[in-house]
């Protein structure tokens, strides 16, 4: 079973500071290797309640994301892990050394 760790990178607010999309990464790993990449959404408008800007946090961030776009970009990730992997180099460095 893979694990996804998910990081807010950059926060796109409007005039009145209502965030309105979002640029993140996911980190899969399977306990072996590890693949991250990078994504961006676009949030809907808010509903109820709407959070100060100053006073989110990143686990209400990464909930948003989560909620939007996460089993899709989890896929992704999942997919993108596997072709890491059989690409993955068996060795490294240079002739010349």
């Known amino acids: 079973m893979n694990i996804y760790v998910y990081n807010p990178i950059n926060l796109v607010s409007d005039q009145n500071g209502i965030v309105v999309a979002v640029e993140f990464t996911i980190e899969v790993s399977d306990g072996n290797a590890s693949f991250s990449i990078g994504g961006y959404t676009a949030l809907p408008d808010p509903t109820g309640k709407v ?14 994301v989560q909620n939007l776009v996460g089993k899709e970009m989890q896929d992704q990730a999942d997919t993108e892990l596997e072709a890491y992997k059989d690409r993955k180099a068996l060795t490294s460095g240079t002739p010349w050394l």
């Open 51 to 64: 959070i100060a800007y100053e006073l989110l946090t990143k686990d209400d961030v990464i909930a948003w």
